[in-house]
């Protein structure tokens, strides 16, 4: 009885990290074609020194990475995923940095698991980690690409 249970659980987890990994890959894939489409600029897995995260949780992000930068309406953005810790206690954002006075994320209606800080000139847009749950993950391709466009 013990073996079944094993081997079921043994597939779940297979199935769990399929399913990551096939998600990450078509991500990476996407990314340079959203880069394209709306001709952004690489910046590899570097931040741009002119932005700033003081104050912000990406301020101490482990990693970062897919990091673009680029202009819609005049605004002046980055965006990026990062990694908040290391590991199992670790979790995964995509940032949206808007060189901006005012709040230009409110063009397209957000869910309440979002939020805006202000860093400087910098509007960041980001889901927050809520206590012990990471929540959201990294912001879909389609989600992305519709808040990057709708900016101001």
Do not use: Q
């Not at 043994?10 to 991500?27: E, N, P, Q, Y």
């Not at 101490?60 to 990475?65: F, G, M």
């Not at 006075?101 to 400087?120: H, I």
């Amino acid at each position: 009885m013990a073996n079944w249970f094993v081997g079921l659980w043994m597939t779940l987890i297979g199935c769990f990290i399929v399913w990551s990994l096939w998600a990450d890959w078509k991500r990476n894939r996407m990314m340079p074609i959203l880069m394209s489409s709306l001709g952004l600029k690489s910046w590899g897995s570097r931040l741009p020194p002119e932005l700033s995260l003081t104050g912000t949780p990406m301020a101490h992000a482990s990693a970062t990475w897919n990091v673009m930068e680029g202009e819609r309406n005049g605004i002046p953005f980055v965006v990026f995923d990062c990694r908040m810790g290391a590991g199992k206690s670790s979790w995964r954002r995509t940032v949206i940095a808007a060189r901006s006075g005012r709040d230009v994320f409110a063009a397209v209606p957000s869910e309440s698991s979002y939020t805006v800080d202000r860093c400087g000139d910098w509007m960041i847009f980001y889901a927050p980690k809520r206590g012990f749950i990471a929540g959201r993950s990294l912001m879909p391709i389609s989600e992305l690409e519709a808040r990057l466009s709708s900016l101001g």
